[in-house]
């Protein structure tokens, strides 16, 4: 069962049914391809023909399968095809020129001695169109699966950067999160009227942005922008000048899109994982990198205590981020910060 489930594997199917099917039928397609060039063919003309052509194919195609089998687990990488056919091909080559004149002595001694003319059927001829048959059967399922692989890939990623984005918005809309800005409400309210009203609506905002999104694929890195100094003016009321956070961004690429939420999940990654005191404030930038990336770093002084990270925030990012683009998201960890690119999208 291993055995098969491997070959499954390797081949793309599982081909027991194809082989049981395919080789007789291959076998009796065979000789009828040169019955134009046999004038004087028969019953008995085409059953030595066809047990030839058996004979061929169930040598040729168990030999050319086994080849295809190793082929692909020494380059089973998208990126070893090339190496893949090349070896394929150097193999069965090889192995044609090797059993041709010994396959076509065992046909001529065993179905045709005594028989005469090989009644128009060459065995050089017909072992090269099966062995090609064979071949293009194989990388033609082959291919056929990893496109049906492909696709199924596409789908599934589309239904994790839903399920992502449903649960970031569920990270989000926690009751910690709540507690805290509630906290700092309950000691501005008394203190400044003003800025308690500023940060009710500021809370507001974020919450809104937050449900708002959470059916959103991209947006331009404006609205992004616009809901992250909402976010970032609630931290700064919670930790005050302990918090510092830089925003250079060019106005020509407010327009470019970006994932909804990802500079948020990435804010809220820094604040977690980092002490933030006044002997260690935490400093946060937004820019530009000369690559045309939106870089979002921050100094790095990890907490002592604290739980095992998930890291789902970057996770989430990085799964959504490959369904609209082919660059990267970079994470680069040094002794003393922490740097996450995210490629902007232009539409």
């Known amino acids: 069962m291993m055995k098969v489930c491997q070959k499954k594997k390797v081949l793309g199917f599982d081909d027991t049914w194809f082989i049981i099917i395919g080789i007789p039928v291959v076998s009796a397609i065979m000789p009828l391809m040169f019955l134009q060039f046999e ?31 190793l082929s692909r ?9 090339w190496k893949r056919m090349i070896f394929q091909l150097g193999i069965v080559f090889l192995v044609y020129l090797i059993l041709d004149p010994i396959l076509g002595k065992i046909c001529h001694k065993a179905f045709l001695e005594g028989k005469g003319h090989f009644g128009g059927v060459s065995i050089a001829v017909s072992s090269i169109i099966m062995i ?36 970031g918005l569920k990270s989000k809309v926690n009751p910690h999160f709540l507690f805290n800005s509630l906290n700092t409400l309950a000691y501005l309210i008394p203190e ?16 809104r942005y937050i ?41 020509a690429r407010l327009t470019d899109k970006i994932i909804p939420l990802s500079l948020q999940i990435l804010f809220e990654n820094a604040i977690k994982h980092n002490v933030i005191s006044s002997s260690k404030p935490l400093f946060i930038k937004v820019l530009i990198n000369p690559e045309g990336k939106l870089i979002v770093e921050n100094n790095l002084q990890k907490k002592k205590q604290i739980k095992d990270s998930t890291k789902f925030g970057l996770e989430n990012i990085k799964n959504r981020y490959r369904f609209f683009s082919t660059e990267a998201v970079d994470v680069i960890s040094t002794s003393s910060s922490f740097i996450v690119s995210l490629p902007l999208i232009k539409l």
């Open 132 to 167: 090609s048959l064979v071949v293009a059967i194989y990388e033609s399922i082959y291919f056929y699966q990893q496109l049906k692989k492909s696709i199924q890939e596409k789908e599934e990623l589309q239904r994790e950067n839903i399920q992502s984005q449903l649960e």
């Open 211 to 251: 449900l708002e999104m959470s059916d959103e694929k991209l947006i331009p890195l404006q609205q992004e922008l616009d809901f992250l100094n909402a976010y970032i003016f609630l931290l700064k009321e919670r930790f005050e000048e302990n918090l510092r956070v830089e925003i250079d961004i060019p106005k």
């Open 39 to 69: 004038n004087n063919w028969s019953l008995e003309w085409y059953k030595t023909n066809f047990f030839i052509s058996l004979f061929q194919v169930i040598i040729y195609w168990f030999i050319i399968r086994k080849v295809f089998i």
């Open 73 to 81: 687990v020494r380059f089973h990488a998208f990126s070893d095809t």
């Open 192 to 207: 400044d009227a003003d800025k308690s009203v500023k940060f009710v609506q500021k809370l507001s905002k974020v919450y």
